[in-house]
Every structure is written in structure tokens, then in C-alpha cells.
């Protein structure tokens, strides 16, 4: 499965792992040597992250060069829209946000955290921000254009993943979760709809609208309902556990094409989740099954993740065996799928959408509100 070849990270990014093994040293999994060495890289990231945090963010994009092209995605507070740099051609994907929807949802700090983890975040498996800029009566974020889709529309394309493909995304996700969580950043938003799949068939995580810095711990109640962990639901305070609990969902969502709590009310989905009633399909492998229970634990103190050897649990894992997780990380596997796409300016990824103009009010909205963006 081990490559050469690189998919796609950038040459800044990329890590480099200590020299291998020696025979006497081989071991099946991540040894604690390895890990250290890549917590030396993780610290290097999170000092870059930390430095741009504190920084305004120097763009060179102006805003008249975008060109608006077509609609990828909606949701609650806005779209995300396609757009074309008229100057270089280069594409992007520009998330709009409605000011006035934002107050009115309550979503205005959600929304400010969104637009400085996008500016401050830098991994392989992550989207990031290219620039921002707002008007009279909308906030944009403009990001690179992911041309694959969302994993969700593949998912329900291929009904399910089989094993080496989940495989292949679960250890990006769990490599992205482990970043994020280095830089003290909870996602909270973990789900099929939010991970694209990029034109080298490799991850990028988007939607960072419930991702904040944590600090102890938190009490609000966000996310999506088959998605959410057992603690979020019982408000009892919660942190980083509550990524990897979503990470098991998802593990057991790619790997059966449907989630593993469901029902047609959220009360009803809440009641399993909390009970941590589930079943396995008997298509999944006994590693699988066993990873999944070690994921799906309502008692954090038995959840993968967040036990004293936090990630190495995931990447020392029977399931993960034959995981080359240096070699992921600097996207040198061979991805077993490739979305297809005819050209850049393909969407055949991506539902389609009805237009809808932007019209800015002629006076500016909430200015003193957004003042900060
Ligand atoms: N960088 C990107 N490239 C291509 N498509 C994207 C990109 N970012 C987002 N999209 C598409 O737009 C959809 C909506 O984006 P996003 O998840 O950020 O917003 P949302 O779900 O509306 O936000 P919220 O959950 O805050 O309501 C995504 O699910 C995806 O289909
Ligand atoms: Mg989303």
C-alpha cells in the first residue's frame, strides 16, 4: 500500500518522520519513539498556529476579482458559493453568511471563532482561509475550492465504504482530530456532510462554525443529533471527548452506511445514545467491532482518545494494522478512490442549488456586532 508518490500536501507541510526503524526495532503499529517524534512536529504546528491566531491576516485577494461561478452547499446561516479569480482562474469555495441571520440564530461568536480557526489552521486534512471580507449586510469566507464533495454524498453513492477505504479516511480523521486537539481546538461538528474528499482522493475537514479553543471545559449544546456524545446531551460539562465519540459514529457510519443511533425523533436518537445501545452489522470484521466499542464508550474515562495514551490507542489499534500513518499524513498512500471529475470546473460532486442573488443593504447592518471580523 506504501507509496512514494505524493498526493497533493504542500512541500511546507510535510513531515518529516526520524530514520526508520532498524530491524531490531520493527513493530506493528506506532511505537512511542514515533509518536514522540511527531509531537515534536505537532508542537512546531501549533506554534504556527498560535503566531497566526494573535495576527491580523495579511490577503492579497481583492474582492472584485471573484468571479461568482454556481452554489455547492447550504445550511443554516448561509451558502457556499463557487467562485472563479478572474486574474488567475484560480477557484475557491466562499462561504456567505447573513449578518442578520447569524444574530438571530445566536451564532454570532460561533461565527467569529469559525473566521479566526480558518485563518489560523494549517494541516494537510483541514480547509483553511484564503480571505475574508464582509459588506453591508453579509460575511464571506473564501476558502480552496474541495472538487470531491462531501464523504456523505459518496457514502450514499457506494452505500457503504468497504473496510480499506474507511480505513483510509478514518486514520486522516483521526491524524486531523489529533492536530486540532494539539492546538486545544474542540470541532463539535464531526459528520459525513462536513468532510470533503479532494481531487487527490485525500480528506479536507470544512465547517469550523462550532470549533473553539477550549479551556477546561464547555457546556453549550451544539452539533448534530446522531452525532452527538452521551455527556453533550446530559450538559454535563464536556472537552475533546466529544470529537472522538462523533469519530466513532463515524467510524461505524462509513463502515455501515447508516449511524449507529438512529430514530425518526431527536428525543428518541438521545435516549439510545446515552443508553450506548447500538449493533454492529455482522458485515463488520471482529477489530472493527472491537474499535468501535472502545470508541462508543458512554464512561469517557474508557473512551479511546482521551485514556493517558490518547491517540496512540487509535494509531497501535488491530483495525488500523497496516497503517502507514507518516506516510498518511504527507499523503504518500496510494488513496484507494478518486473522485471523478471531468474539469475544475466540474460540480458534478456537489447537489444542485437554486440561485439566489446577494443584494448588501445600502446602509451598513450591525456594524458595532461585526466589528471584530
Ligand atoms: N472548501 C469547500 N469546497 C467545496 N465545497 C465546500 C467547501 N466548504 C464547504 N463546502 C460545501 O458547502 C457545504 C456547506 O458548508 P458548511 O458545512 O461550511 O456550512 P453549513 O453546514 O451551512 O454551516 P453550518 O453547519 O454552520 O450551518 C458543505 O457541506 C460542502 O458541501
Ligand atoms: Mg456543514
Given at each position: 500500500m506504501y507509496s512514494h508518490k505524493s498526493f497533493g500536501t504542500s512541500r511546507s507541510m510535510s513531515y518529516r518522520a526520524g530514520s526508520p526503524n532498524t530491524s531490531a526495532e520493527i513493530h506493528d503499529g506506532y511505537t512511542d519513539k514515533q509518536q514522540e517524534q511527531y509531537t515534536k512536529y505537532l508542537k512546531k504546528l501549533k506554534t504556527e498556529f498560535q503566531d497566526r491566531w494573535g495576527q491580523k491576516p495579511n490577503f492579497s485577494i481583492e474582492f472584485s476579482d471573484l468571479e461568482r461561478l454556481k452554489t455547492l452547499g447550504s445550511g443554516a446561516f448561509g451558502r457556499v458559493i463557487l467562485l472563479k479569480?478572474?486574474?488567475?482562474n484560480k477557484l475557491y469555495a466562499m462561504k456567505v453568511l447573513e449578518k442578520e441571520k447569524v444574530i438571530k440564530m445566536k451564532q454570532v461568536e460561533h461565527s467569529l471563532y469559525e473566521k479566526r480557526v480558518l485563518e489560523a489552521i494549517r494541516f494537510p486534512f483541514t480547509v483553511s482561509m484564503e480571505c475574508s471580507f464582509k459588506d453591508n449586510s453579509y460575511i464571506y469566507f473564501v476558502m480552496p475550492f474541495?472538487?470531491?464533495?462531501e464523504m456523505f454524498m459518496h457514502l450514499r453513492r457506494m452505500n457503504k465504504f468497504e473496510e480499506p477505504l474507511a480505513k483510509f479516511y478514518a486514520s486522516q480523521v483521526v491524524l486531523a482530530l489529533e492536530y486540532l486537539h494539539f492546538c486545544n481546538?474542540?470541532?463539535r461538528d464531526l459528520k459525513p456532510e462536513n468532510i470533503m474528499i479532494d481531487k487527490n482522493g485525500y480528506l479536507k475537514i470544512t465547517d469550523f462554525g462550532f470549533c473553539k479553543v477550549l479551556q477546561g471545559r464547555t457546556w453549550t449544546l451544539c452539533g448534530t443529533p446522531e452525532y452527538l456524545a452521551p455527556e453533550l446531551i446530559l450538559s454535563k460539562g464536556y472537552g475533546f471527548s466529544v470529537d472522538w465519540w462523533s469519530f466513532g459514529v463515524l467510524l461505524y457510519e462509513m463502515n455501515a452506511?447508516?449511524?449507529?443511533f438512529y430514530s425518526n425523533e431527536p428525543m428518541k436518537t438521545y435516549e439510545k445514545i446515552v443508553a450506548g445501545k447500538y449493533r454492529c452489522p455482522s458485515s463488520f470484521s471482529s477489530d472493527l467491532r472491537d474499535l468501535v466499542r472502545n470508541v462508543l464508550q458512554v464512561d469517557i474515562s474508557k473512551?479511546?482518545?482521551?485514556?493517558?495514551d490518547g491517540v496512540l490507542d487509535y494509531k497501535n489499534h488491530k483495525w488500523f494494522k497496516g497503517i502507514e500513518w507518516d506516510a498518511i499524513v504527507n499523503c504518500r498512500v496510494q488513496p484507494p478512490f478518486v473522485p471523478k471529475y471531468k474539469n475544475a470546473y466540474d460540480t458534478g460532486n456537489f447537489d444542485k442549488y437554486e440561485e439566489e442573488p446577494f443584494v448588501p443593504a445600502s446602509y451598513c447592518r450591525y456594524e458595532s456586532v461585526f466589528i471584530d471580523f
Open positions: 479569480h478572474s486574474k488567475n474541495v472538487p470531491g464533495g481546538l474542540v470541532y452506511g447508516y449511524p449507529p473512551r479511546f482518545g482521551v485514556m493517558k
